[in-house]
């Protein structure tokens, strides 16, 4: 397929057949189809190959217990890599052309036929994938930009052609003058080989970008499918034995590790553990776990051993059902229709039309068949979109070279338009306005105690765990002091907290003693099964903690409950300056989390975003769910997030903004990806994204304007090779002098993006 109009004529052709539903998606160049029992998938294949196309059915899902197959997925060729080299030599083809033709210096003798040497393999050769989509659109009764292009380039050579082989334009010394006169001409001395090479270097350049740009579609999948384990430690008659994940069946007891993946959705049978579960939850926090409690596949072990029975492998588990969430919102997402081609499903047959006319006008009024000709091929070469060529493809190199400054990346032109049109941001609350990495985020002593004794204290215990949050708590204490005392009789009590016993020198030369304080920090139930009870200041801050979604962590020595400690994900700094800038640009935000409500809440008063405008207490399904709610209710909606589950979500809505610090699926799913890993980058995303539309829409509009202010000389046989050269030349120049102003774009929080990137 190459234009979205290649979509819509495959999904009529599918839709044809009785019982068929089909979804045609242009970027993913992917269809999803319903068909009835009695239909082979074959006769779906050849539906589409009769319209013209070619198709590929789909591997069917390896079966569980089965063998890993090698895809050779990583041997695949490039797939932009032919039009990249066809690019290349046609532009290396048509550079001497255009700079012959439009300087009549440099014209030497003969220089006419070195043009035609140069030209005709950059439209015969370089141009055919357009000549090859006209034949196929015209075989189908359409036109698209190819139609144009193919029209266009293949009148001008045959022009050319005449003017060389039949009239003046071969004859030793011909120059094409700079005559800025408007007279009837035969043409028989008027070539137009720059016209034929420039139109086709230029759309396949930017013909060559859109593929690219189109081809990271699917890579959303690939990696969210990457992210579970490869292989997997499986016990069989007690002794482990290493297999590929896709051996694995219902029912097999395999192995954990500290640090490994958990091979598949299980129930663990034996040890306890930590596991981080970022990637299904989006929360920093990981979960405790225990014999009978249920596991995730993909996630990371990152305390003890774990022994569990697999319960659901293959395409049942919940990384499976994540990657088809991402399939279905990517297929079920409409592909905008690109505006060139919009344009010219009207104005090619308008202009053919006008052609036509033109040249039974002519011949009607007694002209001769050569004038009659050259007026009509004039309309044809004129309307020959040179500047339509560059009209999308500068405007976005210089947008996303800009934005790549200011940490924005923009996938491709068609993500463009929905920048314009969306009216609500959902911003995930773990990776985007919060850190995503647990820290210490406040401390609560009782009257008398030291904070900084407190810290140290519970920091010297917390680093003979490997648990997250007794890393955040040591890493603080670190920060703080330094070095930590040495902790003796250490204990792990797993899901509550640790023990040991810290000893202290104090006392200056001679008189040196050593206090040993019996130090307990954990959850405070740890303390209650020692029979410590917190007392209600530490109640209340422990209770204030919870109310908010953070973890308290209780701390006592000798006996006495000392201070509560309070962790969590922090608040990015600049998420409510965003949160602001983002309602200036007419948006509404609204925050999406897996936190409880009052917690939720509490994040959203901090960050300026209405209470009605919260929805908590969502799972990764749900997120998708909550995304098309809104689309339902007339919104059309921008997703920000960073995390695997928000992959599907991000793929889901209108425009998916995703962050360049959180992980590769959740960035390929998204169109604009942000690499400062700001939320501040979002608002320079959207006015950026909107200024380039709004300049591919002016070039677009002039690029057409000039041609069609110069068809009706065209048509009265007034178009000699200078208006012809002249209106090209500056219709060009203008399309790329707009896109240029792209680079005065400026960041709308100054030194705050600066300072970031």
Same mark, same amino acid.
């Given at each position: 397929?190459?234009?979205?109009?290649?979509?819509?004529?495959?999904?009529?052709?599918?839709?044809?057949?009785?019982?068929?539903?089909?979804?045609?998606?242009?970027?993913?160049?992917?269809?999803?189809?319903?068909?009835?029992?009695?239909?082979?998938?074959?006769?779906?294949?050849?539906?589409?190959?009769?319209?013209?196309?070619?198709?590929?059915?789909?591997?069917?899902?390896?079966?569980?217990?089965?063998?890993?197959?090698?895809?050779?997925?990583?041997?695949?060729?490039? %797939?932009?890599?032919?039009?990249?080299?066809?690019?290349?030599?046609?532009?290396?083809?048509?550079?001497?052309?255009?700079?012959?033709?439009?300087?009549?210096?440099?014209?030497?003798?003969?220089?006419?036929?070195?043009?035609?040497?140069?030209a005709a393999p950059v439209v015969m050769w370089g141009a055919w994938p357009f000549h090859r989509a006209a034949w196929t659109n015209l075989r189908h009764g359409a036109s698209t930009m190819d139609t144009l292009v193919s029209i266009g380039t293949l009148a001008a050579l045959a022009w050319s052609l005449?003017?060389?082989?039949?009239?003046?334009?071969?004859?030793?010394?011909?120059?094409?003058?700079?005559?800025?006169?408007?007279?009837?001409?035969?043409?028989?001395?008027?070539?137009?080989?720059?016209?034929?090479?420039?139109?086709?270097?230029?759309?396949?350049?930017?013909?060559?970008?859109?593929?690219?740009?189109?081809?990271?579609?699917?890579?959303?999948?690939?990696?969210?499918?990457?992210?579970?384990?490869?292989?997997?430690?499986?016990?069989?008659?007690?002794?482990?034995?290493?297999?590929?994940?896709?051996?694995?069946?219902?029912?097999?007891?395999?192995?954990?590790?500290?640090?490994?993946?958990?091979?598949?959705d299980g129930v663990v049978l034996d040890g306890t553990s930590a596991v981080d579960v970022s990637m299904i939850t989006g929360e920093s926090v990981p979960a405790e776990v225990a014999p009978a409690d249920a596991v995730v596949g993909g996630c990371v072990n990152t305390g003890g051993r774990l022994v569990?029975?697999?319960?659901?492998?293959?395409?049942?588990?919940?990384?499976?059902?994540?990657?088809?969430?991402?399939?279905?919102?990517?297929?079920?997402?409409?592909?905008?229709?690109?505006?060139?081609?919009?344009?010219?499903?009207?104005?090619?047959?308008?202009?053919?039309?006008?052609?036509?006319?033109?040249?039974?006008?002519?011949?009607?009024?007694?002209?001769?068949?050569?004038?009659?000709?050259?007026?009509?091929?004039?309309?044809?070469?004129?309307?020959?979109?040179?500047?339509?060529?560059?009209?999308?493809?500068?405007?976005?190199?210089?947008?996303?070279?800009?934005?790549?400054?200011?940490?924005?990346?923009?996938?491709?032109?068609?993500?463009?338009?929905?920048?314009?049109?969306?009216?609500?941001?959902?911003?995930?609350?773990?990776?985007?306005?919060?850190?995503?990495?647990?820290?210490?985020?406040?401390?609560? %002593?009782?009257?008398?105690?030291?904070?900084?004794?407190?810290?140290?204290?519970?920091?010297?215990?917390?680093?003979?765990?490997?648990?997250?949050?007794?890393?955040?708590?040591?890493?603080?204490?670190?920060?703080?002091?330094?070095?930590?005392?040495?902790?003796?009789?250490?204990?792990?009590?797993?899901?509550?907290?640790?023990?040991?016993?810290?000893?202290?020198?104090?006392?200056?030369?001679?008189?040196?003693?050593?206090?040993?304080?019996?130090?307990?920090?954990?959850?405070?139930?740890l303390l209650a099964a020692h029979d410590i009870a917190l007392p209600p200041a530490l109640v209340a801050a422990r209770d204030e903690a919870e109310r908010t979604g953070r973890t308290a962590v209780a701390v006592s020595w000798d006996g006495v409950a000392r201070a509560i400690l309070v962790v969590g994900?922090?608040?990015?700094?600049?998420?409510?300056?965003?949160?602001?800038?983002?309602?200036?640009?007419?948006?509404?935000?609204?925050?999406?989390?897996?936190?409880?409500?009052?917690?939720?809440?509490?994040?959203?008063?901090?960050?300026?975003?209405?209470?009605?405008?919260?929805?908590?207490?969502?799972?990764?399904?749900?997120?998708?769910?909550?995304?098309?709610?809104?689309?339902?209710?007339?919104?059309?909606?921008?997703?920000?997030?960073?995390?695997?589950?928000?992959?599907?979500?991000?793929?889901?809505?209108?425009?998916?903004?995703?962050?360049?610090?959180?992980?590769?699926?959740?960035?390929?799913?998204?169109?604009?990806?942000?690499?400062?890993?700001?939320?501040?980058?979002?608002?320079?995303?959207?006015?950026?994204?909107?200024?380039?539309?709004?300049?591919?829409?002016?070039?677009?509009?002039?690029?057409?304007?000039?041609?069609?202010?110069?068809?009706?000389?065209?048509?009265?046989?007034?178009?000699?090779?200078?208006?012809?050269?002249?209106?090209?030349?500056?219709?060009?120049?203008?399309?790329?002098?707009?896109?240029?102003?792209?680079?005065?774009?400026?960041?709308?929080?100054?030194?705050?993006?600066?300072?970031?990137?």
């Open positions: 397929m190459t234009c979205a109009s290649c979509a819509s004529r495959v999904e009529r052709k599918l839709n044809g057949l009785d019982g068929v539903s089909a979804s045609v998606d242009y970027a993913t160049e992917k269809a999803r189809v319903s068909y009835p029992d009695d239909l082979e998938p074959q006769a779906l294949a050849a539906q589409i190959e009769a319209a013209g196309y070619t198709t590929e059915l789909p591997a069917p899902p390896p079966q569980p217990g089965a063998p890993a197959s090698d895809s050779g997925g990583g041997e695949a060729a490039d %797939p932009a890599r032919a039009l990249r080299e066809r690019l290349i030599i046609s532009a290396a083809l048509a550079v001497p052309v255009i700079v012959l033709s439009m300087v009549p210096a440099w014209q030497f003798t003969y220089w006419q036929w070195i043009s035609l040497t140069l005449y003017a060389l082989l039949f009239g003046t334009a071969g004859v030793p010394g011909m120059v094409h003058p700079f005559e800025p006169r408007v007279a009837p001409t035969d043409g028989a001395g008027t070539i137009y080989l720059e016209v034929a090479a420039g139109v086709t270097m230029f759309v396949l350049a930017g013909r060559y970008i859109e593929v690219r740009s189109k081809r990271r579609a699917g890579a959303a999948l690939r990696a969210l499918l990457e992210l579970g384990a490869k292989d997997v430690a499986v016990l069989r008659d007690g002794r482990e034995q290493r297999i590929p994940v896709e051996a694995l069946a219902v029912g097999d007891a395999f192995v954990v590790r500290p640090g490994e993946k958990i091979a598949t569990v029975r697999a319960t659901r492998v293959g395409a049942d588990t919940q990384l499976a059902r994540m990657a088809q969430l991402v399939e279905d919102a990517q297929s079920g997402k409409a592909a905008v229709q690109r505006l060139a081609d919009r344009v010219s499903a009207v104005f090619v047959p308008v202009v053919i039309a006008i052609a036509v006319g033109t040249l039974g006008f002519w011949l009607g009024s007694g002209a001769s068949p050569a004038v009659a000709f050259t007026a009509a091929v004039a309309v044809l070469i004129i309307a020959c979109p040179c500047a339509l060529g560059l009209a999308t493809p500068t405007a976005l190199l210089v947008g996303t070279g800009r934005g790549a400054q200011l940490g924005v990346l923009i996938k491709g032109p068609e993500v463009l338009e929905s920048t314009r049109r969306i009216d609500t941001v959902v911003l995930d609350k773990t990776g985007t306005v919060a850190t995503g990495a647990i820290e210490l985020l406040g401390l609560y %002593p009782v009257d008398g105690v030291d904070p900084g004794e407190a810290l140290r204290l519970a920091g010297a215990v917390e680093n003979g765990s490997e648990h997250p949050i007794a890393r955040a708590i040591t890493s603080a204490a670190v920060r703080k002091f330094g070095e930590l005392p040495g902790v003796a009789e250490f204990g792990n009590h797993p899901g509550l907290g640790v023990q040991g016993v810290v000893a202290d020198v104090v006392g200056g030369p001679g008189e040196r003693m050593v206090i040993a304080h019996a130090v307990l920090v954990g959850r405070p139930a994900d922090a608040l990015e700094p600049t998420s409510a300056v965003a949160v602001r800038l983002l309602r200036g640009l007419g948006l509404t935000p609204m925050l999406l989390t897996g936190d409880n409500p009052a917690a939720a809440r509490a994040v959203a008063a901090q960050l300026g975003i209405d209470e009605q405008a919260v929805i908590a207490d969502v799972l990764p399904a749900d997120k998708v769910t909550v995304v098309r709610r809104l689309q339902g209710e007339g919104r059309v909606v921008a997703m920000v997030g960073d995390g695997v589950n928000d992959a599907a979500a991000l793929a889901t809505a209108d425009l998916g903004l995703a962050m360049g610090t959180g992980t590769d699926v959740a960035i390929e799913a998204g169109d604009l990806t942000l690499v400062r890993g700001d939320l501040l980058a979002t608002v320079d995303a959207i006015r950026l994204a909107r200024r380039t539309l709004g300049t591919i829409k002016g070039n677009l509009f002039w690029a057409f304007a000039y041609n069609v202010a110069a068809l009706p000389l065209a048509a009265a046989g007034l178009l000699n090779p200078m208006i012809a050269g002249a209106v090209m030349a500056f219709s060009s120049v203008f399309v790329v002098t707009n896109s240029l102003r792209l680079r005065r774009f400026r960041s709308a929080v100054g030194g705050a993006a600066g300072a970031k990137r």
